[in-house]
């Protein structure tokens, strides 16, 4: 397992922006890739989208396409999960999780931030 550390997160109204981070602690995080998951109560986890180890590309689920950004800053060996125009609707825990490439299960998750977003 790789250790994973989140940050960012928080309560915003319906339209406002967060940003979340993941840092790698201890591995060079461009290694791999990393995807962002969610978690609402009472409802399935849900891939929201990955940048891949390779050339950075991105994926994202339909939902949140043009309003998700993942990036991001080898310097800083962090990711980010730039979410904009948020609604109701995306109010859930967030992890990220570092896998070979987009798609692969792995046991490598970030202990997860909570996003509430009100009306």
């Known amino acids: 397992q790789l250790p994973l550390v989140q940050s960012g997160g928080g309560s915003v109204q319906s339209g406002e922006s967060l940003r979340l981070s993941c840092t790698g602690s201890?591995?060079?995080?461009?290694?791999?890739?990393i995807s962002w998951f969610r978690q609402a109560p009472g409802k399935e986890r849900e891939e929201v989208g990955c940048?891949?180890?390779?050339?950075?590309?991105?994926y994202y689920l339909d939902s949140v396409k043009g309003r998700f950004t993942t990036s991001r800053d080898n310097a800083k060996n962090t990711v980010y999960l730039q979410m904009n125009s948020l609604k109701t609707e995306d109010t859930a825990v967030y992890y990220c999780?570092?896998?070979?490439?987009?798609?692969?299960?792995?046991?490598?998750w970030g202990r997860g931030t909570q996003v509430t977003v009100s009306s």
């Open positions: 201890g591995f060079t995080m461009d290694s791999y890739a």
């Open positions: 999780t570092a896998a070979t490439r987009c798609g692969v299960a792995t046991t490598s």
């Open positions: 940048i891949s180890s390779s050339d950075d590309h991105t």
